[in-house]
């Protein structure tokens, strides 16, 4: 069974840190790129970051562009999206999320994607 599974989320002040992982099962997550989004109450879902593994490239939204980093471990089978300087306007549900590479995508939109987690809750809060 094809299944991604989100962890890591929480409150945490401003300026804290936080590490969301991704595990993957039922496929091998380095075939595929990953994608992470999130998605605040009464908005959009939103593109955070993204990595291809096949360009060995990385992307981000310009919100979290020197603050968060995406990452991928082979042999867990896992991604990870590490957050830091946190601020009250990055509080939303992340998601992950994995999708076939094709040329001339853009994975920072939700729609390339075809397989998603259940989503992690992130706060940001004193």
């Known amino acids: 069974q094809v299944q991604l599974v989100e962890s890591g989320g929480g409150l945490v002040q401003p300026g804290g840190s936080l590490r969301l992982s991704c595990a993957a099962s039922g496929f091998t997550l380095d075939d595929y790129v990953i994608g992470w989004f999130r998605q605040a109450p009464g908005k959009e879902r939103e593109g955070v970051s993204c990595s291809l593994a096949s360009l060995g490239s990385a992307y981000y939204a310009d919100s979290v562009k020197g603050r968060f980093t995406i990452s991928r471990d082979i042999t867990g089978n896992t991604a990870y999206l590490q957050m830091n300087s946190l601020k009250p306007e990055d509080t939303a549900v992340y998601y992950c999320?994995?999708?076939?590479?094709?040329?001339?995508?853009?994975?920072?939109?939700?729609?390339?994607?075809?397989?998603w987690g259940q989503g992690t809750q992130v706060t940001v809060s004193s």
């Open positions: 999320a994995t999708a076939r590479f094709r040329v001339g995508t853009n994975y920072l939109l939700p729609r390339a994607y075809t397989t």
